[in-house]
């Protein structure tokens, strides 16, 4: 009984994953198609993408309530760049700006030794006016509509780009957290900073 | 941390230190006074001043309350948008069946009961904070949008309005309400045993157990109390706007915690007060009506309040030595 228990709790997630799934194909038609799991995943990827870096966060015991406007913040610039610098370029500078917040964040949590939440909740309000700076708070749009196409495409009828470095990604995360020193080292901070 | 010894922060050499730790946000606020009436002739004019007192009372009473959860060490309630969402929408809602007082009281004690439901995950079950009140937040929300079926109500009682917007012997009724919520918030915490038993449990949960502090039931009361608060203060909105959207409460979970945090209450736990969050709330609402008046733009405002919130807790931590807050 116990046994079971702690079986059912330690694969809560795939289990909900799946009762999901069965409930979805019994009652969505159409929803077996690659077509239907491609795009799903191509949605959960954008929030996905953040989720990953959460997991680190939330591993070694800190939070990052900003996420939502890094997401915003890099995809203005990335946006807003393209005329000068053109497609590419201009999204390696937007995810540049996503890294140079993330590194203000640590730098806040770790150098002033403010609580990440309290920290995180400051940087938000930051980067949030920056977005709203940049942009006059008008939309912004890219100069070449393909750009979408070719990012939003099922290739081999299944993965977009997003969702395929999503994928790569939580692969990466798993090894590094459950291989690599650093990633032990993340975890042991996570459950004790002092015994770390 | 750095070169003082922890023996000389309690005497000797850093107390001067501790008392303009104390003394930061009078100064501040006064000095956003002056600075007010340099910037503009209209500042300091009665008109404007209680412009600023009215806009910051509907949000002053979650921040009352947002002041028993930082200090219980519960860290933050994010589900206040949810709360005050359910409080306007339900006091509106329910006015034609039930007329205007029965359900703003409704109202509130629904949004009450959310609060106790964030205190049992919180305070029985463990979960931590900030994942419970993510994850009832949205529940709340969709409770609210689905009790009423649309996306916006409007008010029936017209009268209702003119009453909350009204004044008593010159003082608006808003701000007469969030007066009273904050002097019986600041006795409280402060002249009560569950005040007391609320600064021990935030101090050190071990240590509060072990002299028989119910800390299970002081760190769920402290979510109780937001759930209310944020239930007065979204009904208030409603007949205030007569109107209520699902996103009617949105930012004002972050407002909240930025004013109690820049007033000096630790987010660790076990210190602070409600006047210190009121005089957070106090400055940075003037620091707002300032800027605007001064013509500097919205983005711009919301520069200053993010690095204010990071000078704000990194002098209070210079000041009492303490990792974190």
């Given at each position: 009984?116990?046994v ?18 069965v ?7 159409g929803?077996?198609s690659p077509?239907?799991a ?7 990827a954008s929030v ?8 680190l966060?939330?591993a ?8 939502g406007?890094v997401f ?8 807003i760049?393209?005329p ?9 500078v937007?995810?540049?700006a996503?890294?140079t ?8 949590v ?12 400051a940087?938000?309000l930051?980067?949030r006016a ?7 708070s ?10 979408s196409?070719v ?11 997003r969702?395929g470095?999503f ?5 990466l995360?798993h090894?590094c ?13 996570g ?6 | 941390m ?7 922060t309690?005497?000797g050499?850093?107390t001067?230190?501790?008392a303009?730790g ?12 002056v ?6 002739p ?6 404007n001043?209680l ?22 060490g519960?860290?933050a ?8 969402a359910?409080?306007a929408?339900?006091?509106?809602a329910?006015q034609?069946?039930l007329g205007?007082?029965a ?9 009450g ?12 079950a ?5 994942i419970?009140?993510?994850a009832t937040?949205?529940?709340i929300?969709g409770i609210?949008q ?11 009682d017209?009268?209702s ?5 009204g004044r008593?012997?010159?003082?608006p009724?808003?701000v007469i ?10 006795l409280?915490l ?10 021990a449990t ?23 109390l ?6 007065l203060?979204?009904?208030l909105l ?12 949105q ?10 945090v820049?007033g ?11 006047p210190r ?9 003037l620091?707002a009506?300032?800027m605007?008046?001064?013509g500097?733009?919205t ?5 200053v ?7 704000a ?8 030595r303490?990792?974190?807050?």
């Amino acid at each position: 009984m116990t046994v079971a228990l702690s079986l059912l709790a330690q694969y809560r997630v795939g289990l909900l994953l799946g009762a999901t799934l069965v409930v979805a194909l019994a009652l969505v038609p159409g929803f077996a198609s690659p077509i239907t799991a491609g795009l799903s995943l191509d949605r959960a990827a954008s929030v996905g993408l953040i989720a990953v870096g959460l997991t680190l966060l939330l591993a070694a015991g800190q939070i990052d309530l900003s996420g939502g406007a890094v997401f915003a913040l890099t995809g203005i610039v990335a946006t807003i760049l393209q005329p000068a610098l053109g497609v590419w370029p201009a999204a390696a500078v937007g995810v540049a700006a996503g890294l140079t917040c993330g590194a203000v964040n640590g730098l806040v949590v770790v150098g002033l030794r403010i609580n990440s939440l309290v920290a995180t909740l400051a940087t938000l309000l930051v980067f949030r006016a920056l977005s709203h700076w940049l942009t006059e708070s008008q939309p912004v749009s890219g100069t070449d509509v393909m750009v979408s196409l070719v990012v939003s495409e099922l290739q081999w009828g299944v993965l977009t780009i997003r969702a395929g470095l999503f994928l790569l990604l939580i692969l990466l995360l798993h090894l590094c957290l459950t291989r690599t020193v650093a990633g032990r080292n993340v975890l042991a901070i996570g459950s004790n900073p002092a015994a770390a | 941390m750095t070169a003082v010894p922890a023996s000389q922060t309690r005497h000797g050499s850093t107390t001067p230190l501790r008392a303009a730790g104390a003394m930061a946000l009078p100064v501040a606020i006064l000095a956003v006074l002056v600075l007010g009436i340099l910037v503009s002739p209209s500042f300091l004019t009665l008109g404007n001043l209680l412009n600023v007192a009215t806009s910051m009372s509907i949000l002053g009473i979650v921040v009352v309350a947002m002041t028993f959860v930082l200090v219980s060490g519960g860290l933050a309630d994010l589900s206040v948008p949810a709360t005050v969402a359910m409080g306007a929408i339900l006091a509106l809602a329910l006015q034609p069946a039930l007329g205007t007082a029965a359900a703003f009281v409704l109202a509130v004690a629904a949004a009450g009961m959310a609060g106790v439901l964030n205190g049992v995950l919180i305070g029985y079950a463990r979960i931590n904070a900030i994942i419970a009140t993510l994850a009832t937040g949205t529940v709340i929300l969709g409770i609210a949008q689905w009790a009423v079926g649309g996306v916006i109500v409007y008010g029936s009682d017209p009268a209702s309005a003119d009453l909350i917007k009204g004044r008593v012997a010159g003082i608006p009724v808003l701000v007469i309400i969030f007066l009273v919520v904050a002097v019986a918030g600041h006795l409280l915490l402060d002249r009560t045993v569950w005040g007391r038993h609320t600064r021990a449990t935030g101090d050190s949960p071990p240590a509060a157990t072990a002299a028989a502090v119910p800390v299970r039931r002081i760190k769920a009361g402290a979510f109780a109390l937001t759930g209310l608060a944020g239930g007065l203060s979204g009904g208030l909105l409603g007949l205030t706007l007569q109107s209520a959207r699902p996103m009617v409460g949105q930012g004002y979970e972050f407002d909240a915690i930025t004013a109690v945090v820049v007033g000096g209450v630790s987010i660790l736990g076990g210190q602070g007060s409600v006047p210190r969050a009121v005089g957070g709330l106090v400055f940075v609402q003037l620091l707002a009506n300032v800027m605007t008046l001064a013509g500097i733009r919205t983005p711009v405002q919301g520069l200053v309040l993010g690095l204010l919130i990071i000078a704000a807790v990194a002098l209070d931590i210079l000041v009492r030595r303490r990792g974190g807050a």
